[in-house]
Structures are given as C-alpha cells and as structure tokens.
Nanobody
Framework: QVQLVESGGGLAQPGGSLRLSCAAS????????LAWFRQAPGKEREEVAG????????YYEDSVKGRFTISRDNAKRMVYLQMDGLRPEDTGVYYC??????????????????????????WGQGTQVTVSS
C-alpha cells in the first residue's frame, strides 16, 4: 500500500524558514519522481517543486525559485522541502506526491515540461503551513 506522510508544517514569520518532510512506504522509492504541491484557502492546488528519481534534477514553480529547495534521500525513503524567505502568500496546505516514472524509448518522461502536470498516483494527507507576523 502506497503511503506518504508529511510533517514539519507550522507557523512561521515572514522571512522565516520551515522544513517539510515526507516519509514514503509501500513502493519502490527509487522508481518514483516526487513533488510538493500546495493549496491556499479558496484557491486551487498548485505545484511547488518536483524532483526526478534518477539524477535528482529539480524543478520549481517560479514564485519559489531561489527560496525553496526540494531534496530526496533514497536510503531513508524521504523527500524534503526546505522553505526559506517565507512570505504570507506561501500559506497553505502542503502535499507530498509520488509518481512512478515512465519511459519512452529509454528516456524519462518526467521533465521540466511535464512535472507540474503529471497525474501523480499517490498523495499525502497534507501539512499546514502558515506564514504570518
């Protein structure tokens, strides 16, 4: 059974930092690309960051580039989101997602153009992040 469990959310002041963690179980972790999404109150869920399964290439939504860092530890079956320079507009529920990478003629189909629109097959329950003074 595929399971993703997020932790590390909370309250931070503008300019502050939080580190989100996501523990994975029930699937072959190294076969999966991973991503973080968020949903603010009254808004649709949006992509935040993604990371490939093989070489650890990362992708970011424009508003978080230079502030957030996604990483993964295959040995620990963990994915992280380090969030620095937090802004009030970063407030929302943050979700971890995983999708088994597909290949076309031996080339991964998880890339800059696809990571944000991929239909991820597994989702966590979410963790609340609130940025406020």
């Amino acid at each position: 059974q595929v399971q993703l469990v997020e932790s590390g959310g909370g309250l931070a002041q503008p300019g502050g930092s939080l580190r989100l963690s996501c523990a994975a179980s029930g699937f072959t972790f190294e076969y999966y690309a991973l991503a973080w999404f968020r949903q603010a109150p009254g808004k649709e869920r949006e992509e935040v960051a993604g990371i490939t399964n093989n070489d650890g290439t990362t992708y970011y939504e424009d508003s978080v580039k230079g502030r957030f860092t996604i990483s993964r530890d295959n040995a620990k079956r963990m994915v992280y989101l380090q969030m620095d320079g937090l802004r009030p507009e970063d407030t929302g529920v943050y979700y971890c997602a995983a999708d088994r990478v597909k290949y076309s003629f031996g080339v991964s189909t998880y890339n800059e153009g696809s990571w944000s629109s991929t239909t991820y097959e597994a989702w966590g329950q979410g963790t609340q992040v609130t940025v406020s003074s």
